[in-house]
């Protein structure tokens, strides 16, 4: 598909042409159309070199698909993926940060770029990405101020129980959160995150009480002595356990 280039370069610039590749030549193109530079990302052996000169030809640029591409192309030098992340939109940088191939730094950068625009997308894409987004954006989402969204982050499948922990664990994690992840039908069963709920003071004491007779006596002692919870909280449960204790 791109030997043209060479078969039909001008004689006076032939011996430069033979040193340069089809790709190379059809990189650089400036009537390059979109379907041909698609075409030529879907080559996984494609040099950086040529992927570095893609970058740089205008014509090819205007198309958002061969803009992504080039991204998401796993030998696509650095600075141009790094530089072309500024130019994605919402759900262009969330696919970049879901390639497989890609390195994690891009993809950590695709994931910043995608925080920092948080606070000022609609509720609607903010829904989307709390299902559809890596576990990272999906964590950041578990604070959102509305239910729905923390409910869409709470169902990732890409969401990890490091990542809610660490969210209900923080000085700010809103009541909605610990109210949505004591009655979520995944999360309230984990050991480690019933733990963290008993440590934050918005958990209801109903749940706590559930919570606190799924645990051994003495790791819930451990666990009252450092959590946050009211005076009046915090007696109610030791009573509780000193209950637990005499029964046994």
């Not at 030997?3 to 089809?22: C, G, I």
Request: proline share 5%; with cysteine.
């Amino acid at each position: 598909m791109f030997e043209r280039y060479t078969e039909k370069a001008n004689p006076a610039t032939l011996p430069e042409v033979q040193h340069q590749s089809p790709e190379l030549l059809a990189a650089a193109d400036p009537s390059l159309g979109e379907d041909r530079a698609l075409a030529l990302l879907k080559r996984a052996d494609l040099r950086a070199e040529v992927l570095a000169r893609l970058s740089k030809n205008a014509g090819a640029m205007k198309s958002r698909k061969v803009k992504l591409a080039l991204v998401q192309h796993p030998n696509t030098p650095r600075h141009v993926s790094i530089s072309m992340l500024r130019h994605l939109f919402t759900f262009e940088l969330m696919q970049v940060a879901l390639t497989p191939a890609l390195a994690a730094d891009i993809k950590r950068t695709a994931e910043d770029a995608l925080m920092n625009r948080l606070e000022t997308i609609s509720s609607g894409e903010r829904l989307s990405l709390a299902h559809r987004a890596s576990g990272r954006i999906a964590a950041e989402l578990l604070c959102d101020t509305e239910p729905r969204v923390i409910h869409g982050a709470l169902d990732n499948s890409q969401l990890t129980e490091a990542e809610v922990i660490r969210a209900l664990m923080r000085a700010d994690a809103p009541v909605l959160l610990v109210e949505s992840v004591c009655a979520h039908a995944k999360w309230s069963l984990r050991r480690d995150i019933r733990i963290a709920l008993l440590r934050n003071e918005n958990t209801p004491l109903v749940r706590m009480i559930e919570f606190g007779r799924s645990l051994p006596i003495r790791l819930l002692r451990e666990i009252l002595r450092s959590s946050r919870l009211p005076a009046r909280t915090r007696e109610y449960l030791l009573k509780e356990i000193d209950q637990r204790d005499a029964d046994s």
